[in-house]
């Protein structure tokens, strides 16, 4: 049962360092109790755990400019940060986490300006058709977090200019740009900052969960280890991993989420898989590549092997056929 609230506000603007931050609020998480951290990147490309770093960001753009590529935890789509995005992060125990309570927060805070948001979707919040925040999701053993953007008073023509979103992806969504999809917060209140708007988040959460919301102080024991968790965030096997010279792909969109995958083939059997999804089934990306290594390159060998996934945690027959029908022309 949720007896304590907590907030707590990052200082620093490097993605790599409030990535870690995330990760270990979410290991010293104390029972019974909900923290919303705030954090801000500047010029940064944010991608999800199993998306192809090379596809969804122009890296070479983006690091011309002096901005930055991080991968989080978490599953979903790319996103990008500068000062004028607030992100946030709620962080609870399994019998703690509600993602409608989240919501609700987000959504009271900004009747303070006079907005009405609606969740939409699988992971976005709108106001008046647009939106304005992406959210994805991340669960341990024990602990859970929702974390997302506000888009404020974000330079959407960097945003544009670094996201590389699919053809597939933009398809889906009935619209032809990133741009048309997006909007940002100050549009409709010139009041709402990425300032003000942090005491009606802090307040909203007092109010939705009946609770007082206290600053949450990390041990100073624990903050030793956040430089090492920041430096896995920014090494090049975690942004970019191993790459190969692939020889062919197979690439959808479906209903919850795209996937992507390559295999390097040699006597007939795939030699090598990466598999990359913006899907909130967070693990079985990596669990479709280990299977497809060494199998036969054919339709039915390949099916099989996606039939394997069946029992994995947040996989669905839906799913399951979907991937079978990546293979359907071979």
């Known amino acids: 049962m949720l007896k304590h609230c907590y907030v707590i506000e990052s200082q620093g603007h490097d993605p790599y360092s409030n990535l870690a931050l995330e990760e270990l609020l979410l290991k ?194 624990k903050l030793e280890n956040l430089e090492t968790l920041a430096d896995r965030y920014r090494s090049w096997e975690w942004l970019y991993g191993s790459a190969f010279p692939f020889q062919v792909e197979f690439a959808q969109r479906f209903p919850w989420g795209e996937v992507q995958i390559q295999c390097q083939v040699e006597d007939g059997q795939v030699k090598e898989a990466r598999v990359y999804s913006d899907a909130m089934a967070v693990g079985f990306a990596l669990t479709l590549q280990t299977l497809l290594k060494g199998s036969r390159y054919q339709k039915e060998a390949l099916q099989s092997v996606c039939q394997l996934l069946q029992g994995e945690d947040e996989i669905t027959p839906e799913m399951i056929a979907d991937l079978c029908s990546l293979f359907a022309e071979l």
């Open 28 to 221: 010293e998480l104390p029972a019974d109790s909900l923290i919303l951290y705030l954090w801000q990147n500047q010029n940064t490309v944010v991608i999800g755990r199993n998306q192809n770093s090379w596809r969804e960001c122009n890296v070479t753009r983006l690091e011309e400019d002096g901005g930055r590529l991080a991968r989080r935890l978490s599953g979903g789509g790319a996103v990008f940060h500068d000062l004028g995005n607030l992100n946030f992060t709620f962080l609870a125990h399994k019998d703690d986490y509600d993602i409608q309570r989240h919501l609700q927060v987000i959504i009271r805070a900004l009747k303070d300006f006079g907005i009405d948001a609606q969740f939409s979707g699988r992971n976005d919040i709108l106001t008046e058709g647009r939106k304005f925040s992406g959210n994805a999701f991340y669960r341990t053993q024990g602990a859970c977090y929702h974390h997302g953007t506000l888009l404020i008073d974000v330079d959407f023509s960097k945003l544009s200019r670094y996201l590389q979103v699919s053809k597939e992806k933009l398809a889906s969504k009935g619209v032809a740009s990133v741009q048309s999809r997006v909007i940002n917060l100050s549009e409709l209140n010139s009041e709402l900052t990425t300032d003000s708007i942090r005491p009606s988040l802090v307040h909203a959460l007092a109010e939705i969960t009946g609770l007082p919301v206290e600053p949450f102080v990390l041990d100073p024991v």
